[in-house]
């Protein structure tokens, strides 16, 4: 059985050693983590993102 995971928010980290910080108004519920922070760090062009989620039972 996959996981599900619940995105609360995420912090962007770019190259110029910036961050920025987004509160999700409405959690995300997914399965793929990896993949989940795979499409926001393209979205977004930055060199990493760190997620704020909870493991869903």
Known sequence: M???YQI???QLVYANGGRDTVKLQTPV???DIEGYRRKIR???NC???NLSYIELP
């Open 2 to 4: 996959e996981n599900k």
């Open 8 to 10: 609360t928010g995420y």
């Open 29 to 31: 519920i997914i399965n």
């Open 42 to 44: 393209s979205v977004h």
């Open 47 to 49: 060199i990493s993102v």
